[in-house]
Nanobody, 121 residues
Framework: QVQLVESGGGLVQPGGSLRLSCAASGSIFSIGAMGWHRQAPGKQRELVAAISSGGSTRYTDSVKGRFTISRDNAKNTVYLQMNSLKPEDTAVYYC???????????????WGQGTQVTVSS
C-alpha cells in the first residue's frame, strides 16, 4: 500500500508565498513522475506542475515564473514552491506520483488527499 500525504497549505495574502510538500510512504520500489494538480470550486482539476524521475519539469502557463516544483528522491518527497500568489491560485492542491511497489509489478498512479490553498486579503 502506498500513501501520499500533503502538507503546507493555508491562507496567504496576495503576493505571498507557500511551500507545499508531499511525502510518499509504504511499499515503494521506485517513483517515476510526480506532480501537483489543483481544483478550484466549480472548475475541473488541472495539472499545475510535473517533474520526471530525472528532474525534467513542466508547468501550466499561468504559474510559470512563479511556481517551482522539485523533488528529493531520498525522501520520496515532492515540493511546490509558490511565490507571488494570486487570488486565482485559490484551490485544493493534490499531489500524485507514479509508484512501482516492487520490481515485478507495474507502476500505479497514486494521489494525496489534497491541501487547501487560499489566497485572499
Amino acid at each position: 500500500q502506498v500513501q501520499l500525504v500533503e502538507s503546507g497549505g493555508g491562507l496567504v495574502q496576495p503576493g505571498g508565498s507557500l511551500r507545499l510538500s508531499c511525502a510518499a510512504s509504504g511499499s515503494i520500489f521506485s517513483i517515476g513522475a510526480m506532480g501537483w494538480h489543483r481544483q478550484a470550486p466549480g472548475k475541473q482539476r488541472e495539472l499545475v506542475a510535473a517533474i520526471s524521475s530525472g528532474g525534467s519539469t513542466r508547468y501550466t502557463d499561468s504559474v510559470k515564473g512563479r511556481f517551482t516544483i522539485s523533488r528529493d528522491n531520498a525522501k520520496n518527497t515532492v515540493y511546490l514552491q509558490m511565490n507571488s500568489l494570486k487570488p486565482e491560485d485559490t484551490a485544493v492542491y493534490y499531489c500524485n506520483a507514479d509508484v512501482q511497489a516492487s520490481p515485478l509489478t507495474p507502476g500505479g498512479d497514486y494521489w494525496g488527499q489534497g491541501t487547501q490553498v487560499t489566497v485572499s486579503s
